[in-house]
């Protein structure tokens, strides 16, 4: 049944309330819909103003929060204030952020009993999710202001580099501004999609997206066929971006003027002048070679070949992450069918020209760069509205899942580089009779030592019925859903008792530790081969030692002294190597073990199944 709404300003009906789509980006942000009438994309702007919304929020001193251009102007005057780079904070502790803390101006908690990074501004704590939500929530109202109509569902794009933790900080962040997130996009999928990428189901692309925002650079490489986005490497630095050039500029001013650093320590004012003037600068050169301005009486000029310049190292670490992405996903250039630009910074002249020579094609811009992202999730939204049924989104696991089993083995039931929405399942059971319950640990990595990967959640599943070692069935299964949320299920097939809970890690990995995870896994194969061919052989001698000693006083009656005695060396002899780390030599007791168990347990098992015979009989 469709709903009709009645727009409560216009008075007019409403066949179908309207989906947004938002680019919470880390330097700005915005919103675009579905044109009613056109039935294309368009970013929201009140009149003439920017459809850009500056991801700055500002405090002031009773507490009130302001967000956008208003916020933006006190960012240098009143650092401890004015936060900017929320993003960067999302699903992060304060361990994964320390190393750049010095990028921060403002007050980052380092609170040991709360894992997650609070902020502080004025007199108040603040988390990343709260922030991210005043942004959204200024969004929301800018939106339901221009539209006349309220808006409470939105699509919210990702970097394709957000984990499970930040994701759902995402998506916590829209449900406390009041809006209920219908999906999780990443933004190179999403800038595909505003350049028609994949819309048409025949279609086989290999795309190459390089954004280069404000303060972070990525490149992913998507695959799409089938009307499926399959994103296959990405690549890129956190922190590199359009603010990396301003401060060149900066700096080259403060040389090139002879104005010390330590004046614009103290006159916050002019500091904050200094980065405009940069940034404008910048900009005038992106559609002209020269730049004249006035600074208190002072003469700043920027020619492009100086911004050049200024900007070339910056520009070739971008390359750099191109070229790494491209062996990640073991292509070449040549089999790169389009690219896709995203990002303010890209209307950089240099970064343009850099980026076509390398992959030698004209590349993308005629979509505007800063707004091609949330236009993708405007036409995401669409489709989620049921307007596109043949487009489907697909994304990849960046890390193997599973969970730990005995000897603390890891067992992947989801490997690296699936594509998502997924589901494994395995099944499992007890080691001990009568065990109720079952220890349920889920671990990101990969390595074949749990200690050595990253622990997502554990949780129990008790009330498993009293049975007999083995008898059980556990089945576990894994779900990752489209917005990459892992839901792990305990269920114990023939009782039907069940368990189930969605992993949201306490924190998120850098991309600089998922990266260490995977070398550390290659440059520890061997050792890890070693490890688990050690662990599994005394796993199997424990419980070889368990089931016999079972056996034993079960059956005492039936067995001769020596038979028990040599029994008991053996189990012993066993025992005492367990302790070791020679497989081989754990093999052999086992082997031993078994030899002398072997008759007695095979006389017993005929006089049983004899009796069993008679029984029958009679
Ligand atoms: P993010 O995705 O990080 O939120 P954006 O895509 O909005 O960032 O990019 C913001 C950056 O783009 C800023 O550094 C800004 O100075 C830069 N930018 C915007 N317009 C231009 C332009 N015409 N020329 C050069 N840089 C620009
Ligand atoms: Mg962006």
Excluded at 383 to 405: K, Q, Y
Aim: proline share 3%; hydrophobic share 40%; charged share 25%.
């Amino acid at each position: 049944m469709a709903k009709i709404g009645i727009n409560l300003s216009t008075g007019s009906l409403q066949q179908e309330e309207i989906i947004v789509g938002i680019d919470l980006g880390t330097t700005n942000s915005l919103v675009a819909i579905i044109h009613p009438e056109s039935k294309k994309p368009v970013a929201l702007r009140e009149h003439n103003s920017s459809s850009l919304v500056p991801s700055v929020i500002y405090f002031d001193q009773y507490d009130n929060v302001v967000v956008g251009e208003e916020a933006k102007k006190h960012l240098i005057t009143e650092p401890y204030n004015t936060i900017f780079s929320a993003k960067r904070l999302m699903g992060k502790s304060y361990n994964d952020i320390e190393t750049h803390s010095d990028f921060f101006a403002y007050k980052i908690i380092d609170d040991n009993t709360d894992r997650l990074v609070k902020v502080q501004a004025g007199t108040k704590f603040y988390s990343p999710i709260e922030l991210s939500s005043f942004i959204l929530k200024e969004l929301k109202q800018r939106a339901e202001h221009i539209l006349k109509t309220p808006v409470n569902k939105a699509v919210i794009t990702v970097p394709a580099y957000f984990n499970d933790a930040q994701r759902q900080a995402t998506r916590d962040a829209g449900k406390l501004a009041g809006l209920d997130v219908l999906r999780i996009v990443n933004e190179p999928t999403a800038a595909s999609l505003a350049y028609g990428l994949g819309l048409n189901k025949e279609e086989e692309k290999t795309i190459a997206v390089y954004d280069l925002g404000g303060g972070t650079f990525d490149v992913s490489v998507l695959k799409i066929s089938n009307g499926i986005f399959e994103v296959i490497s990405t690549n890129g630095d956190t922190y590199l971006g359009g603010d990396d050039m301003d401060n060149a500029i900066v700096t080259f001013w403060i040389r090139k003027y002879e104005i010390s650093p330590e004046i614009l320590k103290e006159d916050r004012m002019l500091a904050q002048s200094f980065r405009l003037k940069a940034e404008e600068a910048k900009k005038t050169l992106s559609s002209t070679d020269n730049y004249v301005s006035e600074l208190r009486g002072m003469e700043l000029t920027l020619t492009k070949d100086e911004l050049n310049s200024l900007i070339q190292s910056l520009v070739d670490k971008t390359i750099e992450c191109c070229i790494l992405a491209l062996k990640d996903a073991d292509l070449s250039v040549t089999d790169i069918d389009e690219i896709v630009m995203v990002g303010g910074s890209t209307r950089v002249p240099l970064v343009k020209d850099s980026v076509s020579k390398f992959f030698g094609k004209q590349v993308h811009t005629e979509v505007n760069p800063d707004e091609v992202v949330a236009l993708g999730a405007a036409i995401q939204a669409d489709i989620l509205a049921g307007n596109n049924r043949d487009v489907l989104l697909l994304d990849i696991t960046p890390l193997s899942l599973g969970l730990e089993t005995m000897g603390g083995l890891m067992d992947v039931l989801i490997p690296r580089n699936s594509k998502i929405p997924t589901k494994a399942a395995r099944q499992y059971t007890t080691q001990k009779d009568g065990q109720a319950g079952m220890r349920i640990s889920v671990y990101q990595g990969e390595r074949d030592l749990v200690k050595d990967n990253r622990k997502l959640a554990e949780f129990n599943l008790t009330g498993i019925p009293g049975m007999p070692a083995g008898i059980p069935k556990v089945e576990i299964s894994f779900l990752i859903n489209a917005d990459g949320i892992l839901v792990v299920t305990a269920k114990e097939l023939r009782s039907g008792i069940q368990q189930s809970i969605e992993v949201k890690p306490q924190y998120g990995l850098t991309d600089e530790e998922v990266e260490k995870m995977l070398t550390d896994s290659i440059a520890n194969a061997k050792q890890d081969m070693i490890a688990r061919a050690v662990t599994e052989a005394k796993t199997e001698g424990e419980q070889l030692i368990q089931t016999t000693e079972n056996f034993i006083s079960k059956n005492k009656n039936f067995l001769t002294s020596a038979e028990i005695e040599s029994t008991q060396n053996a189990i012993n002899a066993l025992q005492q190597v367990l302790n070791g780390t020679d497989k081989d030599l754990i093999h052999t007791h086992i082997e031993q073990l078994n030899e002398i168990s072997r008759p007695y347990a095979e006389r017993l098992m005929d006089s049983a199944i004899a009796m069993a015979m008679k029984g029958k009989q009679v």
